[in-house]
């Protein structure tokens, strides 16, 4: 099990500092290197995507070249057959140079309407191709081919305007890719239709074009028609047998099926690929072609393209790992000759702790921070003897004070009557009380005592203050009350005399409030008087409650002139008096919050046994549970005073 001293040992302040300083740069070092591998990967990704623009615009103008150029005799065709139409002899000769000077172009034909050529003629469509090395004629039309339902010309009359069809394979010219451009021609002024010019292309030079197209090592090109299916691709199993939709439907891909509809959109942008299409992360830039209505994708692998940034990174990685390696070493060995002073303050120090205050404290020179924490041990330890010194004195004082107050709460609480029942042989009324100071002596004080063989006497008073000089003014003030009364007295004669002893030199300015009263408890006359003290509870035998209507008088000890008055009821069988102190009704608990008069009001109220005990006990208990773990804030008294009759 390890020692508190191995522990401190194996994670010191050495420990500390270099996990502080190396776990600091690392998240330096690691903010920085995320930092520049996101820069460095988003300006990548910038440049290959203007690289992959640049690249898809010279391939589509390439293409573009070529469209037309092919274009461009059809066109001049058409125009010139809106003035006139020649002789079926130049027709074949313009059809033959033309296939001639265009070697992409495998066929072309001059179809005309129905009787537009020849009024007996119906179909009219001399077509001009390339058979091996030579070139063949034939007539388009007839009952096998009616060429007036064909889309090369259905579309562009009704359209009015040349077309580029979708490719196809034409199986009777060798089954290669082709795409057909049909250009109408009109008579009359452009009003009426009168056929089309068309031009036959074979699309391998295209496919040859596209598959030359290529980025990094796996990085190809790609073409789409305007329906989205596969002009040129490397994988021939796609060529016009696959669509981008078809193949975003088999991988469920949605991104995939928008790509696809920008393109055959002719929108032009950069996107992620799916992962499943190029089977690992992949960008694809897309430029529309004019001409056609096609659209070319460039592939661009991003494991390819971001791995010079990855081998990068590696090295940088690895040069961090043996530079935070270095900067270990140099923190250890910094670190252990500047805490190795503190190891031995901490070790001496221990010791301290223990009590050894002779222990023998090393001398650290210099005048940096470790050695004024060594001369501060040293002014600390002598500190601490001369402390422990004054601190062994004041507690013998303390002590001696403690078992002083003890003594005096004794005694004190020896003026207090303490049995009960006082009288047993009197049973004409039933008297207890209570008392319980909030140090270890108070100020309250309460009394009673026999007047004569049918007069009883009682008090409660409470001193300002709390602690020794209000018990010593409640000590005097208990002994004056008692030296005082005499039988034939009324209370406050008893008042103004006891009054008239407080105020000689009382410098302390202390002052006492005071209610008395006295009992004949053979008629139930009950004459009193107050001096500033709270009106008692009266407890009427029919279940009458409320705070008992006393003279007006000034504290005790203040002016020495002072009058006061007398106040008197005649209490009924089982009427109760219950006299108590501030410390009741401004005893607070943890919220702050007073108990109240209103609230001991209630609580007499509803008391059900109103014996001297009982009352006493009810309202001492109702006040300590009200305060909870609140400190008691005043001394509390209650005495209780129940007339039987």
């Known amino acids: 099990m390890p020692t508190p001293h191995s522990s401190a040992r194996r994670f010191g302040l050495g420990f500390k500092l270099a996990l502080f300083i190396l776990t600091s740069t690392t998240l330096i070092f690691a903010a920085a290197f995320t930092y520049n591998y996101y820069s460095s990967r988003q300006l990548i990704l910038k440049n290959v995507a203007e690289s992959a623009k640049n690249l898809a615009h010279d391939s589509v103008q390439r293409m573009e070249t070529v469209f037309a150029g092919v274009a461009r ?67 388009l039309g007839g009952e096998g081919y009616d060429y007036f339902l064909q889309d090369w010309y259905l579309i562009p009359k009704e359209l009015g305007k040349p077309m580029w069809s979708e490719p196809y394979f034409d199986e009777g010219g060798g089954d290669i890719l082709m795409t057909t451009l049909s250009v109408p021609f009109f008579r009359d002024g452009g009003k009426t239709f009168s056929g089309v010019v068309t031009a036959d292309i074979s699309l391998d030079w295209l496919k040859s074009l596209v598959a030359k197209i290529s980025v990094y090592n796996s990085g190809y090109a790609f ?37 696809g509809k920008a393109m055959v959109r002719g929108a032009e942008g950069y996107a992620r690929l799916p992962e499943a299409f190029f089977g690992k992360p992949a960008w694809v830039y897309y430029a529309p072609a004019p001409a056609t209505g096609w659209s070319m994708g460039i592939i661009v692998p991003e494991n390819e393209l971001l ?85 062994t004195e004041t507690t013998k004082a303390k002590e001696r004070m403690e078992s002083e107050l003890k003594i005096a709460k004794n005694i004190q609480m020896s003026f207090l009557p303490k049995r009960f029942p006082p009288f047993p042989d009197i049973s004409r009324f039933d008297l207890h009380a209570a008392l319980e100071p909030a140090r270890e002596v108070g100020g309250d004080l309460y009394d009673f005592f026999l007047l004569d063989e049918t007069h009883l006497f009682f008090s409660v008073g409470d001193v300002s203050g709390k602690g020794v000089p209000a018990a010593l003014f409640m000590a005097v003030t208990k002994t004056l009350v008692k030296g005082n009364a005499e039988p034939d007295m009324d209370p406050a004669a008893i008042l103004s005399k006891v009054n008239t002893e407080l105020c000689v030199d009382n410098e302390q300015l202390l002052f006492v409030t005071m209610f008395c009263g006295i009992l004949d408890f053979t008629t139930g006359e009950l004459v009193f008087s107050n001096a500033g003290h709270n009106p008692p509870v009266l407890l009427r035998a029919d279940g009458t409650t409320q705070f008992l209507d006393v003279p007006r008088g000034l504290f005790l000890g203040i002016m020495a002139d002072t009058a006061y008055r007398t106040g008197r009821i005649v209490l009924g069988p089982g009427d109760a008096l219950v006299v108590y102190t501030d410390g009741v009704t401004e005893a607070m608990n943890e919220a702050e919050e007073l108990y109240s008069s209103p609230r001991l009001l209630e609580l007499l109220r509803a008391a059900t046994d109103k014996s001297a005990v009982a009352l006493t006990d009810t309202v001492m208990e109702s006040v300590i549970t009200y305060e909870g773990d609140a400190p008691q804030a005043d001394d509390i008294t209650v005495l209780a005073l129940t007339y039987t009759g």
């Open 73 to 139: 005799i059809p066109t001049f065709l058409a125009f010139n057959l809106d003035e006139s139409f020649p002789p079926i002899g130049d027709l074949r000769e313009f059809l033959r140079d033309f296939l001639h000077a265009m070697p992409e172009v495998y066929g072309a034909t001059v179809a005309f309407e129905p009787y537009a050529f020849e009024p007996r003629t119906r179909y009219f469509a001399p077509y001009a191709f390339k058979d091996k090395n030579d070139l063949s004629f034939t007539m």
């Open 307 to 391: 791995a010079d940034l990855h081998t990068l990174s590696r090295e940088i990685l690895t040069l961090g790992a043996v530079g935070f390696a270095l900067l270990f070493a140099v923190i250890a060995v910094i670190s252990i000759r500047i805490t190795r002073p503190l190891r031995t303050l901490a070790e001496k120090s221990s010791e301290i702790a223990k009590g050894n205050l002779d222990v023998d404290l090393p001398t650290v020179k210099g005048s940096d921070e470790v050695g004024e924490l060594s001369r501060s041990f040293h002014n600390m330890r002598n500190a601490l003897k001369d402390y422990i010194a004054n601190l």
């Open 223 to 259: 073409l789409l028609s305007k329906n989205g299916v596969f002009v040129a691709h490397p994988e021939n199993r796609y060529l016009m047998r696959e669509s981008i939709f078809s193949l975003a439907e088999d991988m469920g891909s949605v991104e995939l099926r928008d790509i």
